[in-house]
């Protein structure tokens, strides 16, 4: 039988379950990555996946025109995004509870059916005010589906597939990270900025086929007989709501507005720790964090991703402000999406022999390079001007992706897959997050800026500076943070906390 029959007869096979409790890997069914239906349940979930992350990335480019076309303020625009990022990075964190408590396959197939309706209605959105609110409710619906993806992986497969299976999951993401920018401006030129999010409605659909019949379910029992953390994910909601509110804000916020932001920012947050120090069933199992590792990986994550979402972001407004078209702007992406592509289960293979320490510090370095030769793209920038610093960008941020995600997997126990992926889904969102909504005030940048090519370029090479900082910091967390890292595997683990 063809590995094409062989596919179509696993998807008819609904999954096999055996009578052991679904909340540890090792008993039920454990896929091969290499056998048909391994291949379609990665498939489905790498989908899924980069549909999410697709979104967060394919906006960029149509916002110059859905602006104009909407009358959007900078502001507005920033809300654009944020909006989505925000919901996001709120609320992944109890999207990855939610599936660790109801079955992460589940929540998954929740989150894809929710996200596709409200792409549906972001599409036919008539004014910013009303674009922005969709955008939150379309980043609920990732919010849901994007941690679930990476723990079903987490317990789907044999030991052995684990490192190859999230290399896959990584380059898929980022390929879809990156290859937004391309999506969308081919949309925007040859249709209209309402096709960037209509396009999701047969990518959920096909998500839905490939994974609904194939995917072996699974939970963490504990979780089911525990009260939910309600007031944690409240508190988490409102500290990183109230940042970014004042971030964006900040030139049209009173001082004492700035200072009550600021306050409400700071008690939210120290509530948040507090709540989940004394809870017997934390939102966020603090313990995870005294792994030396997990923590230095997600610090590292924190400063990279608010680096990629920032120079992703200006980069395409910098490149229309030159008197690029959508699509050529957002072409310059693809140097990242080949690279990822081609080196991200690369990379993964090398950090699960020699330890994520090397790749996850030489990566954001490599990076800063690549962010420091896109400096000379100015108003009049041709493609000798960019391709050079996107390539080095991209072998840069290939290097790290992989390590990056297997090292939190890595350190943190299987019963807590949903919550750790969960976890560093929200620092990666949260790191993009804030830095979109500081960076444009940081750099000078407002009103309709964007449309200017003088005021755009002074504000983009200042951007980029700061992200060639963000990205050096990254690489001095991996650096310290992950000594002794090397023996880290994402199979066989030691217990949590253990050097």
């Known amino acids: 039988m063809s590995d094409a029959a062989a596919g179509a007869a696993a998807a008819s096979e609904p999954p096999r379950h055996t009578d052991e409790p679904p909340g540890c890997p090792e008993r039920h069914e454990q ?39 909407l009358g959007a303020s900078l502001a507005q625009l920033q809300w654009v995004v944020n909006g989505y990022l925000l919901a996001l990075a709120s609320l992944v964190l109890v999207g990855g509870a ?48 994007t941690p679930g993806a990476l723990s079903v992986i987490r317990t789907a497969f044999r030991a052995e597939d684990r490192a190859a299976a999230v290399g896959t ?3 898929a993401s980022g390929v879809a990270a990156a290859a937004g920018p391309l ?11 309402r096709w960037v999010f209509a396009i999701n409605i047969p990518l959920c659909l096909a998500v839905l086929a490939l994974t609904a019949r194939t995917t072996p379910e699974s939970s963490d029992p504990d979780a089911r007989r525990r009260p939910f953390d309600l007031v944690g994910a409240g508190l988490g909601a409102l500290a990183l709501g109230a940042m970014t509110y004042v971030l964006t ?40 964090f005294t792994d030396r590792v997990f923590s230095a990986a ?45 080196l991200s289960s690369r990379a993964a293979r090398l950090a699960d022999r020699v330890g994520p320490r090397v790749p996850m510090t030489l990566g954001p370095l490599v990076c800063a390079a690549g962010t420091l030769l896109l400096l000379r793209v100015d108003v009049d920038a041709g493609w000798l001007d960019v391709l050079p610093g996107m390539v080095v960008f991209a072998v840069g941020l290939a290097t790290l992706v992989s390590p990056l995600t297997a090292a939190v997997l890595a350190a943190a126990p299987d019963r807590h897959a949903g919550v750790a992926s969960g976890v560093n889904n929200a620092v990666a969102r949260a790191g993009s997050l804030l830095a979109v909504a500081a960076l444009p005030a940081l750099v000078g940048l407002a009103g309709e800026d964007y449309l200017d090519p003088s005021a755009m370029t002074a504000g983009y090479r200042a951007a980029l500076l700061w992200c060639t900082g963000l990205l050096v910091a990254g690489a001095v967390t991996s650096w310290v943070g992950l000594r002794g890292s090397r023996d880290r595997r994402v199979g066989p683990r030691r217990r949590l906390g253990s050097r």
Do not use: K
């Open 31 to 69: 896929l091969d990555r290499r056998s048909p239906r391994g291949r379609l349940v990665l498939a489905g979930l790498t989908l899924g996946t980069g549909t999410a992350i697709l979104d967060g990335s394919v906006v960029n480019v149509a916002l110059r025109t859905l602006g104009a076309d």
């Open 249 to 288: 804000a900040a030139s049209a916020l009173s001082p004492v507005a700035t200072l009550v932001g600021w306050v409400v920012v700071l008690g939210a947050g120290a509530g948040f720790v507090l709540v989940e120090r004394r809870s017997s069933h934390p939102l966020v199992p603090l313990e995870m």
């Open 169 to 171: 999951w990584a380059g």
């Open 98 to 145: 939610l599936g660790d408590r109801y079955g992460r396959l589940r929540v998954y197939l929740v989150g894809v059916v929710w996200f596709g309706v409200a792409s549906a209605l972001c599409a036919v959105a008539a004014t910013p005010g009303q674009l922005v609110a969709l955008r939150v409710l379309q980043g609920v619906g990732a919010a849901l589906l």
């Open 183 to 193: 999506v969308g401006g081919w949309l925007v030129d040859h249709a209209s900025w």
């Open 298 to 342: 997600n610090a590292m994550t924190v400063l990279v991703y608010g680096a990629l979402g920032a120079v992703t972001l200006f980069v395409v407004l910098q490149l229309q402000a030159a008197g690029w078209s959508a699509l050529a702007a957002g072409a310059s992406s693809l140097p990242v999406t080949v690279a990822l592509l081609l």
